[in-house]
């Protein structure tokens, strides 16, 4: 084979095997990236057969890393971090500190030196944006107040993560190059001048990367907040799509290159800083739209690059250290996590959830490591350690989610137990005149976000009065303040549903977008009232016909109902009359379902040879 065609072979394997076993992942229900990592092992110098080029994979996967970080940038949304900062914030700093601190006790338990178990305790610490992103968007939480709160938390942690890279090399080339042998030297001299030396060093190095990165961000304030966003509109206005793709490339890749060459920052703060700068520009949306498939592209050669690195061997020789590790992993940011979320007041079965979605580590704690080893601090037996750990943790993140449901059900059995372990959040009802006696035949509604104040401004038009429950304090004032009786809390909390009277209510409506917690409402206010009629919100054939089985009256499905709207607009549009665009509706209405996912169950058998 020619050398030439060494990058195509690279591409071509990387590409086919990660789709083979990241399509197995699938179809057992695991997240595609294991299938991702196990394909790197499979192409891997540690398991036989053909082997693909690393040095040239990991070219291609220092281009996923713009790409991602990139991505993160763009998206990046100070406003909503600051929606959620009270426990997004707070909540991510202790979670890293500890989990950090965890993982370093037990690098230091092993004999490693301290830069080494900070690396490996700092990579430990760092939970796979990508990995909790897929997980909220499969349950029906990304638009929730706990998902917003996962995602301020998740760029809490990424802007740590980002600063780290910054000062990890110039820190760690500090004290591992010159700063420990002197220490050590001064030491053996029985004096303290190298090790003052050392620390005036470190202050050093520690400025002036600081002031690098202050001009490299400054001049991306000054010139390239007006520079970027004028040429991709520029190039937006030509009309052509190919050209505007290019210049977001241009623009990510570029940044990144140059920041490197000029400012000595890493690839990964250029990107996304360029990504925060587009992301100002209201053709941010478009440009992630155009850069998406390539950073998804890149970002499998990432993940594979990474298995790579993986020797399976540490499994078999090394189990007791893995397990340790991911242990580390799951007690650091999953246990950990939950804890900080009950002590910041947030319901603690809402904590537990979100907790798990946290038990991994992913793609950060790949860079950190390789930095790491790059600067000598990490031996590739760790790098090895860690990745294990990683793909460890990622698997078993399902079965995580599923211990925490069943731990969030035994505990609701149990309401005083659960009053006890959130002491710190004792439930508060807002309340308005209108509600100085006991209501009776009124609506309750669960959440009061997007979907449930349409539906409290259609009970108020008609004059059905309601009692709406909402998690957000915030959203609680502003109805009171509108004169909507609101009880503030978790309705998955028998004391707080109790301040809705659902003995004496004709309706439920569940707004909130999380299934689960859905159904435990259903339960709390069937076993009060068997025969109030409830309507309820869903994301997928399962759920309704999950909550079908339920017999509650009506489980509507977003999607559907939207394409219900938009098909009804799209005859009228047509010049079909109002009583046949309705007739046609109401039809697909009263239809059978049509799956959402698998549509081959509707063509005959025969055509599918």
Known sequence: MHVQTGLLVTLAAAFGVAFVFGLIAAKLKMPPLVGYLLAGIALGPHSPGYVSDISIASQLAEIGVILLMFGVGLHFSPGDLMRVRRIALPGAMLQLGIALGLGALLAFSWGWEPPAAFVFGLSLSVASTVVVLRVLEDRGLLDSLDGRIAVGWLVAEDLVVVVALVLLPAVLETLGASGVAEAASGAAHGSGAAASGVGFGLVKVVVITVLKVAAF?????????????????????????????????????????????????????????????????????????????????????????????????????????????????????????????????????????????????????????????????????????????????????????????????????????????????????????????????????????????????????????????????????????????????????????????????????????????????????????????????????????????????????????????????????????????DDVIQTLRGGARMPTREFSTIFPAQSRM
Request: aromatic fraction near 6%; glycine fraction near 8%.
């Open 217 to 581: 961000i400054g001049l991306m304030a000054l010139v390239g907040r007006r520079a970027v966003p004028w040429l991709l509109t520029h190039v937006a206005r030509m009309g052509s799509r190919e050209l505007f793709t290019l210049a977001v490339l241009a623009v990510s890749l570029g940044v990144a290159v140059g920041a490197a060459a000029l400012f000595g920052v890493s690839f990964a703060l250029g990107a996304f800083v360029a990504g925060v700068v587009i992301s100002e520009s209201d053709l941010s949306y478009r440009a992630g739209a155009d850069a998406l498939p390539m950073q998804d592209a890149f970002a499998v050669i990432f993940f594979v690059a990474a298995g790579m690195l993986i020797d399976p061997a540490v499994l078999l020789h090394e189990p007791g250290r893995v397990a340790l590790t991911s242990a580390v992993i799951i007690v650091g940011n999953t246990v950990v996590a939950a804890v900080v979320m009950v002590l910041l007041r947030h319901p603690l079965g809402a904590s537990l959830r979100l907790g798990a979605s946290f038990g991994q580590i992913g793609e950060f704690s790949f860079i950190l490591a390789g930095i790491g080893v790059s600067l000598g601090v990490l031996t590739e037996e760790a790098r090895s350690l860690i990745l294990a750990a990683a793909l460890v943790t990622i698997v078993l993140n399902p079965l995580l989610f599923l211990l925490m449901d069943q731990l969030a059900e035994f505990l609701a059995r149990y309401p005083r137990l659960l009053d006890r372990l959130e002491r710190q959040k004792a439930p508060r009802l807002y309340s308005t005149d209108l509600w100085m006696a006991t209501p009776a035949n009124h609506a309750i509604l669960i959440g009061y976000g997007r979907v449930g104040r349409t539906i409290g401004d259609a009970l108020q038009r008609v004059g059905v009065p309601f009692i709406a429950i909402d998690q957000d304090r915030r959203v609680v004032d502003a109805m009171r303040t509108l004169g909507v009786t609101a009880v503030y809390g978790d309705a998955t909390r028998p004391g707080i549903l109790e301040h809705a009277k659902p003995e004496f209510a004709r309706l439920l409506v569940v707004a909130t977008p999380d299934p689960y917690h859905a159904r435990h409402v259903i339960e709390l206010v069937r076993a009060k009232n068997p025969d109030i009629d409830i309507i309820v919100r869903t994301h997928n054939d399962q759920e309704q016909e999950h909550f079908e089985r339920l017999g509650v009256s009506k489980a509507l499905m977003g999607e559907r109902e939207l394409a219900f709207g938009m098909a009804y607009h799209s005859l009228r549009s047509i010049g079909c009359d109002d009583d046949r665009a």
